[in-house]
C-alpha cells in the first residue's frame, strides 16, 4: 500500500495503472465513516447485503480481491477528511486496505493524503 501527497496528478496515476495491467477503480473519500463506507459499497459495487461496517468492508473486498482476474488497483482518493474528522475510522479502514494489499499481492492499494 502506498499513500500519496495532494498533488498527484489522479489522471496519470490511473493511466499508469492502467499501461502496466491493472483495473482501477477509484473511491472519492468523505469526512464520515458512514460516507465512506457507502462511497466504497457504490464504487465497487457491493452486494446488497454489505452490512456498512468495517467487518463487512473487509468481506467483501476480500472476495472481491480473490474472484478478480489479474491485477486490481484500489484508488482511494480524498483520505484527509475521514482522518481530520474520525481518526479511529480513518484507522480501520487503512488496515483493511493494508491486509488486502498483503494477503492478495494482485491488489494494489494506492490512498491519496488530500
Known sequence: MRVLGGQVD????IAD???????????????????????????????????MNLDA???CLDTLARESQGEWEIVWDGVAGLRR??????????????ELSEEHPRV????IDR
Open 85 to 98: 474528522d474520525d481518526p479511529r475510522a480513518a484507522a480501520g479502514v487503512e488496515d483493511i486496505l493494508r
Open 57 to 59: 468492508l473487509a468481506d
Open 10 to 13: 489522479l489522471d496519470g496515476l
Open 108 to 111: 494494489h492499494v494506492t490512498l
Open 17 to 51: 495503472a492502467v499501461e502496466e495491467g491493472r483495473q482501477v477503480q477509484v473511491v472519492r473519500g468523505a469526512a464520515t465513516k458512514a460516507a465512506t463506507l457507502e462511497a466504497f459499497s457504490q464504487e465497487l459495487n457491493f452486494p446488497e447485503w454489505f452490512g
